[in-house]
């Protein structure tokens, strides 16, 4: 496994968090459960009807012993969480409603979450974006002076390791948005032990291209400098110019990154996509997300074509955000 997660294994080791997983009869998800209680540094919870989870898990020849199960509809908290959620929607839905929301599976294990029951959540595996994002967003909601949420992917072969955003989450992204995520993926990179450089990507360099597109691009620059003088980032950039020297001192001469940076924003969803599956598929990369930034508690969401293995690693990075955020 790579240095990246040996580390994430090293911060849990003796301070496993608690992470919850909605789908709880999908067999990815179950064999992810039993490497993390096997490992011990994930205390997993799996969500659905006790019986079909242990039989599903019975079926498959997979271990669950010792790992918590949750049905919503038997759950002995249940009423403390319908009036924690009525209370957090401010008016938004009524009791009748948080009933009848509060047994699906994702809105379940976003307010176990949000009530301190659990450290983070895992889904996605057999949900959309949406189905994930959609209870974090009314429930844990974004941190202060933050937007939107978003969605970037770790990128790791061997000892390399870059973060592209945002891959998952905001379609067309204007020069505000495009800043925060800018800044939001650099303070996300620190976790994992990267230095963030962080480059705004275009099909322009620094104006070798004029259009309303690239010009986005460039305010974005100026409006995340403003908002983090400190960070190391520029644009906007081509991809070459902003990962190869060589073509940096062509292109882009004078600029802070040189050809050396190792966080890509990219500037709107069909690109981000393309970008980090173009890398994962014919470059060797792992992908590993995507990871949701900017909300008050750890959230993530699966790709519903993930292996186990990225539903063990994502839980990783979940209960290292949550360590973290301590």
Do not use: W
Not at 33 to 59: N, T, Y
Not at 100 to 129: C, I, Q, R
């Amino acid at each position: 496994m790579s240095d990246l997660f040996a580390d994430i294994k090293g911060r849990l080791e003796g301070n496993a968090r608690k992470i919850v997983f909605p789908e709880g009869l999908d067999e990815r998800i179950l064999t992810a459960a039993s490497m993390l209680k096997k490992d011990g540094l994930v205390e997993p919870v799996l969500v659905g009807i006790h019986e079909k989870v242990e039989q599903k898990a019975k079926e498959l020849g997979v271990a669950i012993d010792g790992v918590e199960i949750l049905d919503p509809s038997t759950y002995a908290e249940f009423d403390e969480m319908v009036t924690s959620f009525v209370e957090r929607r401010k008016g938004k839905a009524t009791e009748e409603d948080a009933r009848k929301m509060l047994v699906d599976e994702n809105y379940f294990g976003t307010m176990l979450v949000y009530m301190g029951k659990a450290d983070g959540l895992v889904s996605g595996a057999a949900h959309s974006t949406a189905d994930t994002v959609r209870p974090a967003l009314q429930i844990i909601k974004t941190k202060e002076g933050i937007k939107k949420t978003s969605g970037v992917f770790i990128m790791v072969r061997e000892e390399e390791k870059y973060v592209f955003a945002d891959c998952a989450i905001n379609i067309a992204p204007d020069s505000q948005d495009l800043a925060e995520i800018a800044v939001g993926s650099a303070e996300t990179a620190k976790l994992f032990d990267i230095d963030p450089r962080v480059a705004m990507l275009s099909f322009s360099t620094k104006g070798s291209a004029k259009s309303e597109e690239t010009e986005k691009v460039a305010e974005a620059v100026n409006i995340a400098k403003e908002k983090a003088p400190e960070l190391t980032l520029d644009g906007e950039f081509q991809f070459d110019a902003a990962f190869v020297p060589s073509v940096a001192e062509k292109k882009a001469p004078g600029s802070v990154l040189n050809g050396d940076a190792n966080v890509f924003v990219f500037p709107g969803l069909e690109a981000g996509n393309i970008g980090y599956k173009i890398a994962q598929r014919l470059g060797g990369f792992d992908a590993v997300g995507p990871i949701l930034q900017g909300l008050n508690q750890p959230v993530n969401d699966l790709s519903r074509g993930c292996s186990s293995e990225d539903a063990y690693k994502l839980a990783l990075i979940t209960a290292a955000q949550a360590l973290d955020a301590q």
